[in-house]
């Protein structure tokens, strides 16, 4: 920063009334602000949606006649029922196979489709979650991942002693196909946020489970109850408004209800086996399913989604305890019947009595988002924590260039400055929504928080306000990898890929 080249603009503070109404309002949106914020921004993202796993939110969603999604499959024969579609052919892929063993594909049968999710070897999946449920997480993942472990078998059951016996016979499994559909006509959709796909306990199913209050004996492995449940509220409480449901895990997916009226089979191929390590180039094929994963850390591009932001319903609006558990993600477990029926009356209303406006009408409020976290995340972080700035004159400088825009240095008026700082991003045609006093009620706070860290008296206390300000937003932005090289790629944990286990927990 060249000090000196621009004169500095003295910054007397004076709490206007629109703050202390602010620090004031007792709503649950108001207090939860910082949390719908983020559901916005990291909605329909890879990155900030496997940060905050346990989504809290739904939004009603549309997709375009003509886009293009993938379903991986052991069978060439097209879908004409309620199944699954990725975004990404790679994810598709993991999901094309099938069992040479006939009678894995009999007892596979029994859940559906042998290729579904979570049938990989669905006794291997139950077995392992159960013993890391029973002995502890850490106990059992560092037995799991010890190197002179064997990896659990179809049928493997453990003795009376303790020890895994022999398995009856490991199930040998073959390539399947990736079919390519288009959709016939515009979709009108439901998008629930966080890892909603993702077979954990830690409350990735929370705001399914509970909200559309399914009810499963073992819900965690019956997805595709889970998601017949969800098509059937769909049809007959929702009168079919809706075609299927968005979510997402290691990539994004659409539960759609009824393939044959909504998709068209233009593509199948058969799937290309892999090894486990390419010797031509000499990284794993899993490496290339990753990329594919981290390539959507920002989005899904060519607007295949679009939310409606001004619609969104959820949890963090209503007066829940939804902090009660000791980990720092929210949790619907402990709300009562009454507070998630709720939650899915409000969603039902949105959708029944509520027809989808024309887009045109929509505001985008993720657009608006990005450009107060563009505008300020790395501004505040280098404020907080960069050695730079060791004298309370260097932040007040950089504070002063950053609020310049809306000061009237003639006319001094600390209320309208951050007034003006506060809105500078906020659309003048917009309605007033959940999505709309969010994110307004974030940039009050960042502008007021900056004239109030510019006229502290000492470095120490203009730092504490901007840290205590960057700990309560909590953006994903300030967790991002930076520098990663081509070889490289920046991961966190997401189903079913983590540090710890090789089974769908996350951290």
């Not at 199944?83 to 099938?98: D, I, R, S, V």
Request: proline share 4%; charged share 25%.
């Amino acid at each position: 920063m060249l000090f000196g080249i621009l004169q500095i603009i003295a910054l007397t503070i004076v709490l206007p009334e629109s703050f202390i109404a602010y620090a004031s309002d007792e709503s649950p949106a108001s207090k939860n602000a910082n949390n719908i914020f983020n559901a916005i921004h990291s909605s329909m993202r890879q990155w900030g949606s496997s940060l905050n796993h346990n989504g809290m939110s739904f939004f009603p969603a549309y997709m375009p006649a003509g886009t293009e999604l993938y379903h991986g499959t052991g069978t060439p024969d097209p879908v004409e029922v309620m199944e699954w579609l990725a975004f990404e052919p790679e994810h598709a892929l993991a999901f094309a196979w099938k069992f040479r063993d006939e009678l894995v594909v009999k007892s596979s049968e029994n859940h559906g489709s042998q290729s579904s999710k979570w049938l990989l070897d669905g006794d291997l999946t139950r077995f392992t979650m159960q013993q890391t449920l029973e002995t502890g997480s850490d106990e059992f993942s560092e037995q799991f991942h010890d190197s002179s472990q064997h990896p659990l078998h179809h049928n493997e059951q453990p003795s009376s002693s303790g020890e895994r016996s022999p398995p009856k016979r490991q199930p040998e499994m073959e390539t399947g196909w990736l079919h390519t559909y288009v959709m016939k006509r515009d979709l009108r959709l439901v998008y629930i946020d966080g890892q909603s796909a993702a077979k954990s306990p830690k409350g990735t199913l929370d705001s399914q489970d509970f909200v559309f209050d399914i009810k499963l004996k073992d819900a965690l492995w019956r997805d595709r109850d889970r998601a017949l449940q969800m098509c059937k509220i769909a049809m007959e409480e929702w009168n079919e408004r809706i075609d299927g449901f968005v979510r997402m895990e290691h990539g994004f997916e659409l539960i759609l209800c009824d393939f044959k009226t909504n998709a068209d089979m233009i593509r199948v191929e058969r799937a290309t086996p892999t090894s486990s390590r390419d010797e031509a180039n000499n990284t794993m094929p899993n490496f290339w399913f990753l990329k594919a994963i981290t390539a959507r850390y920002h989005g899904i591009g060519m607007k295949r989604i679009l939310l409606d932001y001004s619609r969104m319903i959820t949890a963090f609006a209503y007066d829940f305890d939804l902090f009660s558990e000791p980990a720092d993600l929210p949790r619907l477990k402990t709300t009562s019947k009454q507070d998630r029926a709720s939650i899915f009356a409000g969603l039902s209303e949105n959708i029944v009595h509520d027809h989808y406006q024309s887009l045109s009408q929509w505001t985008d409020w993720q657009a608006v988002a990005d450009m107060i976290i563009a505008r300020y995340s790395d501004t505040l972080y280098e404020l907080a924590y960069s050695p730079f700035y060791y004298t309370k004159r260097h932040v007040e400088v950089e504070i002063g260039l950053l609020l310049r825009p809306f000061i009237d240095h003639d006319h001094r008026n600390t209320t309208l400055e951050i007034q003006r700082c506060a809105t500078h991003f906020m659309p003048s045609n917009h309605t007033s929504s959940i999505a709309s006093a969010a994110i307004s009620s974030i940039s009050d706070r960042i502008c007021s928080t900056l004239f109030t860290a510019a006229e502290q008296q000492s470095l120490h206390a203009a730092k504490r306000n901007i840290q205590e300000l960057i700990k309560y937003l909590a953006w994903t932005s300030w967790k991002e990898c930076r520098g990663c090289q081509r070889d490289e790629i920046c991961f966190t944990a997401i189903c079913m890929y983590n540090s710890k286990f090789t089974v769908p927990l996350l951290a």
